[in-house]
């Protein structure tokens, strides 16, 4: 019996490292192209981050109370340091802000052990944290009972609601979204699939500014003489439903990345619809979308923005609010910077996050 040999290519010889050199010659100067826009790169460089560098930190005014401590003509950080508890808290009382900072506390002693992967209660933490811990967060805000002085949800703002916003909307916009993920695979339920079809399409054709300025001034309209919603819990009530639109397409894209074997193989073994979702193709599909579901997390994050339409003051808002005081006229670039630079911490450390979940998770089926 003969053997037919079919020799393989001619691979090229493995290259050792040549450290920094090698590094840069492969990739920024691997072609002339290359070449051109590395120089064109280190030109604009060159020529636009001294003056930002003088103007935000060499020449910069740190310390001081008013805007006469600003005299350097470089950034006046004095503006967001006498404002800062304003930018944290909005217009929370000041004796009161330490239910704020508990708030703060509390959750990162809850958190912190869950992202330990020898902790042993995860579950049971996990499931406090969404749970329970909200409504001990909205006793500590909203006060009245257990001796807290009482404060109105108008006098929530700055970085504290933005979170608020955030946090809320995430939490109830993912179990929701992938319901409507499911109910329009459904495809054995035509009435559950249309609806949500229906309601799919329907919040992902109306952008939220729009959604906003409904459930706050519209919806109003529309309620019996004397019933009224609290203007907080109709922008959360708008946020979670416009989100949860967008999150269950995402999860839909999960469940359609998923080979139709899993499905076949659960069926073969008797597993239940909902067993068969929530053992075998759920965690798959999720997995696959974390970068998805993270992307949507953070324009939700961004988007919060939007609620000082309908009378709200998260952290951009406190930041203009604050450009109107006489004292403080033309410092918006010190304001816009900083509230730039604290949005960009929490959606950078969510995106590192995620792809960190992703590597943790990574099971060899990437393509």
């Not at 120089?39 to 636009?48: G, N, T």
């Not at 909205?138 to 609601?161: D, K, N």
């Not at 919040?203 to 309620?223: E, Q």
């Amino acid at each position: 019996m003969s053997h037919n040999f079919v020799p393989l290519p001619d691979q090229p010889p493995p290259t050792a490292s040549v450290g920094a050199i090698g590094w840069l010659r492969r990739n920024l100067f691997s072609s002339i192209g290359n070449t051109l826009l590395t120089l064109l790169s280190i030109y604009v460089l060159a020529v636009s981050l001294p003056p930002v560098i003088n103007w935000a930190f060499i020449d910069a005014d740190w310390v001081g109370v008013s805007r006469d401590a600003c005299t350097s003509g470089g950034a006046c950080w004095v503006f967001v340091s006498a404002r800062f508890e304003t930018f944290m808290y909005g217009f929370f009382p000041a004796e009161e802000t330490w239910r704020i900072n508990l708030i703060y506390g509390s959750l990162f002693l809850c958190m912190a052990p869950l992202f330990f992967d020898k902790f042993p209660y995860k579950v049971q933490l996990g499931a406090f944290v969404i749970f329970v811990f909200p409504i001990f967060g909205f006793i500590l805000m909203f006060g009245g009972v257990f001796g807290l002085t009482p404060v109105e949800t108008s006098q929530w703002g700055g970085m504290t609601l933005t979170l608020l916003l955030a946090s809320v909307g995430c939490v109830a916009a993912l179990p929701l979204g992938i319901l409507l993920a499911l109910g329009r695979q459904a495809t054995n339920m035509p009435a559950v699939k249309s609806m949500c079809v229906l309601f799919i399409e329907f919040w992902r054709g109306v952008p939220l500014i729009t959604v906003l300025f409904m459930s706050s001034v519209m919806l109003p309209l529309f309620l019996p003489e004397g019933v009224s919603f609290d203007k907080l819990l109709r922008a959360l009530i708008g946020i979670t439903l416009f989100q949860s639109a967008y999150m269950a397409e995402v999860v839909r894209g999960g469940l359609q990345a998923i080979p139709k074997g899993q499905y076949e193989a659960a069926d073969a073994l008797g597993l239940s619809y909902w067993k068969k979702m929530g053992l075998i193709v759920l965690p798959q599909a999720m997995k696959i979308v974390i970068p998805g579901i993270v992307n949507t997390f953070i324009a939700l994050f961004k988007d919060t923005t939007l609620v000082i339409i309908v009378g709200l003051l998260e952290i951009l808002g406190m930041v203009q609010n604050a450009l109107n005081d006489p004292n403080w006229l033309g410092y918006s670039t010190e304001g816009y910077v900083f509230t730039a630079f604290m949005f960009w911490i929490f959606c950078f450390s969510m995106s590192r996050y995620s792809q960190a979940l992703e590597r943790k998770l990574h099971t060899g089926h990437k393509r």
